[in-house]
């Protein structure tokens, strides 16, 4: 199952116009007032790979099968939806099933286009989101402490760890500090993830800016982009109008020289994609015959076992070995017999981690 990225973020600052680009499968609508997407649009996109291009033009494969994110577009938020106002709590169950988040503010100015939080501010926008998502994490924190409370001063041991770690995680958000800054142990680190936490997930900023910033970005995405740079997270910069106008072209020489036009090498959404991959911490491995070549998506450091899984449960179950060529190689080589033949292709056992781009052929027996 693909992971999933949600796109987050205050009324009317291009969240849907964004998910009508991005999705290759769903289109959400895009209208000027509040709450247009109410129930969450689900869209898969493909992540673009030139690899995949490369190795299917040498394996001539009856399909080309890339892998994908699974993108949802989520309701707007309001100030004050930890308590329930606007849509809040529909939209905050909705970030809870996600696996990163894609927050798009509002970079531009349009008196045409509503907006309830008075002048442009994409500093205030983007405190109103996160002020929310922790509140609603302390929330979640006292109640779980509460029902806690009794049986760890009664001696439970088995609940102490998960106790103090909650409560170490409830002080660091009571300074307006998300959880995934928390200074935490893998231990603390594995049962901080089993609840799900709002402000644990990691986040992609988009900067949604006018047709004319597009290339350099303007003074709203200056002010974002250094306010982001103190914590460590992504950004990109991007006029989602032009993004959606480029996905309508089903035409690719028409779509090049739609993009000729406003002096682009490749489309923004491109590298909206490879940077969700990324911050899910995501890798790519490939399997290649006649019949298809493939991208399968695995987590950064899966041993081969791990990554055989992906493919079918019986190839981790009876895992015995795997094949493996590096893409270089292969792409040097111009084949599997050619790559065999001169040494490059590999014989790797369970201990095996898999690198990004390798060729892989797993033999299992169940």
């Given at each position: 199952m693909p992971l999933k990225a949600g796109i987050v973020g205050l009324p009317n600052v291009g969240k849907s116009t964004l998910f009508n680009a991005v999705s290759n499968s769903a289109k959400a609508q895009a209208s000027n007032y509040r709450f247009c997407t109410i129930d969450p649009n689900v869209g898969l996109v493909n992540v673009p790979d030139e690899r995949l291009d490369k190795l299917a033009a040498l394996v001539n494969p009856e399909r080309i099968v890339p892998t994908q994110i699974e993108i949802v577009d989520i309701a707007g938020l309001v100030k004050g939806a930890s308590k329930g106002e606007g849509l809040g709590n529909k939209f905050l169950a909705n970030i809870r099933e996600v696996d990163a988040i894609i927050h798009v503010i509002r970079c531009f100015?349009?008196?045409?286009?509503?907006?309830?939080?008075?002048?442009?501010?994409?500093?205030?926008?983007?405190?109103?989101?996160?002020?929310?998502?922790?509140?609603?994490?302390l929330e979640t924190i006292d109640k779980?402490?509460?029902?806690?409370?009794?049986?760890?001063?009664?001696?439970?041991t088995k609940l102490k760890p998960e106790y103090d770690v909650l409560l170490k995680a409830k002080e660091h958000l009571s300074h307006g500090k998300n959880i995934?800054?928390?200074?935490?142990?893998?231990?603390e680190q594995a049962l901080l993830k089993e609840n799900?936490?709002?402000?644990?997930?990691?986040?992609?900023?988009?900067?949604?800016?006018?047709?004319?910033?597009?290339?350099?970005?303007?003074?709203?995405?200056?002010?974002?982009?250094?306010?982001?740079k103190k914590e460590g997270a992504g950004i990109i910069v991007m006029s989602n109008n032009i993004e959606a106008q480029i996905a309508e072209f089903e035409d690719p020489e028409e779509r090049a020289v739609f993009m000729e036009e406003y002096k682009m090498t490749e489309p923004a959404l491109d590298r909206l994609i490879h940077s969700a991959y990324n911050?899910?911490?995501?890798?790519?491995?490939?399997?290649?015959?006649?019949?298809?070549?493939?991208?399968?998506?695995?987590?950064?450091?899966?041993?081969?076992?791990?990554?055989?899984?992906?493919?079918?449960?019986?190839?981790?179950?009876?895992?015995?070995?795997?094949?493996?060529?590096?893409?270089?190689?292969?792409?040097?080589?111009?084949s599997e017999t050619a790559c065999r033949e001169n040494g490059k292709l590999r014989i790797e056992g369970k201990d095996y981690t898999v690198q990004d781009g390798d060729i892989m052929h797993f033999r299992f027996n169940v």
């Open positions: 100015e349009d008196a045409n286009i509503l907006r309830d939080e008075g002048p442009i501010d994409p500093i205030s926008d983007k405190e109103i989101i996160e002020t929310e998502l922790q509140l609603k994490d779980k402490v509460s029902k806690m409370e009794k049986l760890v001063k009664s001696g439970d995934l800054s928390l200074a935490a142990n893998k231990e799900f936490f709002l402000t644990n997930k990691p986040i992609l900023y988009v900067a949604n800016v006018d047709e004319a910033s597009m290339h350099s970005g303007n003074k709203f995405s200056k002010l974002l982009e250094d306010a982001v911050l899910l911490n995501l890798s790519t491995y490939f399997t290649a015959g006649p019949m298809e070549v493939r991208a399968w998506t695995i987590s950064k450091g899966w041993k081969a076992p791990q990554a055989a899984g992906v493919i079918h449960s019986d190839f981790e179950k009876g895992f015995i070995k795997a094949e493996v060529i590096s893409y270089d190689d292969f792409i040097r080589y111009g």
